[in-house]
């Protein structure tokens, strides 16, 4: 973990009073003239990346006056430890054997909560966060409306009238593939017509590009006539109603859009070796299925790591009002997943993350909502489970093209548990 400049008292009582009991956090109090403290440094920094459940802080003595006053700090650099909110030791001068030392008498790699996520945890577990935002836009009634003006007629009303869903479905994949949205992998050049063949540079997105929601920007120079073209990574649906190109992040995005104008509810899949699809629930088989705009196919959850040949880890869908680990339905053995590929993250400490990104997302649903989610859920790991012990007696080499899907065995598992919770199948 990086070493963090602290400038404030308050800054830093609150990394004491919100730090694991079993934290150890060091405080290097340092001033730029000052030799020893300029050598020192480095190996500060290298401590930082050798221990990992501990908080590596400096202070500027020059500038942070209240932290200096506070803790009587009148040489430098002088070393001061915390843990559970107490100081516990000091070291003076610039003593690599010394800090280190009073590092390891105090040092703990497991946190007093062992679900409270380590920093390495932590910031791999950050970039779920920003997709809750993303799906609060497929909800948006204006852009559901603009969504709907450029629909083919008639969906929602089909829909309505209790027209099967995957008919409907695969007929919105269809026009949303061959019809409306393109992909796109390197321009063509629009003043001498030569496609590019290098790759695009990292570019600053101008204020037209940002308001778009485009965080970044690829910039393409062209081979033949210099001229520069830009590719906006645009976040916000809306905007790609408009460009109607991307990569499967647009796709997934933009269909995510239309999906909920068409009335279908939908989630959002974030796979973390670098692809994103959808995921619709059907209200007559109540389940979800696989939906992937990019390929037009759904129901095929097995198509990344059979067809592809994809190492998946973690396949995390966002619902506008709930978050689920759902990648057991888009991998053929579980527990060699768990045993020996998933350690980016303790599993308890990303169930504990996800349980509260997850009661987050469902602030102001009703009970009855957030009643229907659970019992959805009980189904939804039951229905992987069955669908792994299928595919797991079938074999590997033996599913050929089969990538996964319904079988009868999970619809009467499924119809248990719904009739135990008090729920019925419709037109069951």
Same mark, same amino acid.
């Given at each position: ?13 609150? #990394? ?14 340092? /001033?730029?003239?000052? &030799?020893?403290?300029?050598? #020192?440094?480095? /190996? ?9 459940? /501990? ?17 009587? #700090?009148? %040489? ?29 008498? $105090?040092?703990?790699?497991?946190? %007093?909560?062992?679900? /409270? ?12 966060? &920003? ?129 909920? %104008? ?151 598992? $499924?119809?248990? #548990? ?11």
């Amino acid at each position: 973990m990086p070493v963090r400049e602290v400038s404030r008292l308050p800054e830093l009582n609150e #990394i004491l009073e919100t730090s694991d009991s079993n934290r150890l956090i060091i405080v290097d109090f340092f /001033a730029n003239w000052c &030799g020893p403290c300029r050598m #020192i440094s480095p /190996a500060f920094e290298r401590m930082s990346m050798e221990f990992g459940n /501990a908080t590596f802080l400096k202070v500027n003595t020059d500038l942070a006056r209240d932290v200096v006053m506070r803790y009587s #700090i009148s %040489a430098m650099p002088t070393f001061l430890f915390f843990k559970n909110k107490q100081q516990v030791d000091s070291v003076r001068g610039a003593n690599e054997s010394a800090i280190i030392s009073t590092i390891r008498k $105090h040092y703990s790699s497991t946190p %007093a909560n062992p679900n /409270a996520a380590s920093d390495e945890e932590k910031k791999f577990l950050e970039r779920f966060v &920003g997709y809750t935002e993303l799906r609060k836009m497929h909800t948006d009634e204006v852009f559901k409306a603009l969504a709907r003006s450029v629909m083919p007629d008639g969906i929602s009303d089909r829909l309505e009238s209790g027209e099967d869903e995957k008919k409907v479905l695969q007929e919105l994949l269809d026009w949303f593939k061959n019809d409306f949205f393109a992909w796109f992998d390197r321009p063509t050049c629009p003043k001498c017509t030569l496609k590019c063949t290098t790759e695009g540079l990292n570019g600053t997105p101008t204020k037209e590009e940002k308001d778009g929601g485009a965080g970044r920007v690829e910039v393409y120079i062209c081979d033949g006539c210099n001229s520069e073209m830009r590719f906006p990574r645009y976040n916000d649906p809306s905007k790609l109603l408009q460009t109607c190109t991307g990569r499967c992040g647009e796709w997934a995005n933009c269909f995510g859009l239309i999906l909920s %104008a068409a009335g279908l509810e939908n989630r959002f899949v974030l796979d973390t070796t670098d692809h994103v699809w959808n995921e619709v629930y059907l209200k007559k088989e109540q389940r979800w299925i696989h939906v992937d705009p990019c390929e037009n196919t759904m129901d095929r959850p097995l198509l990344y790591t059979r067809g592809w040949k994809k190492q998946l880890k973690y396949c995390i869908a966002y619902g506008h009002d709930h978050v689920a680990d759902v990648t057991w339905r888009y991998v053929f053995d579980s527990k060699k997943l768990v045993a020996e590929e998933r350690n980016e993250v303790r599993q308890g400490v990303l169930e504990n993350f996800l349980g509260k990104l997850n009661a987050r997302q469902m602030a102001g649903a009703t009970e009855e909502r957030k009643r229907e989610l659970a019992v959805r859920r009980v189904c939804e790991l039951m229905e992987m489970m069955v669908l792994e012990a299928k595919n797991q007696r079938i074999g590997w080499e033996k599913l050929g093209e089969d990538m996964g899907g319904r079988t009868t065995a999970s619809v009467n598992a $499924h119809a248990v #548990i719904l009739r135990l919770s008090g729920y019925k199948l419709q037109n069951s």
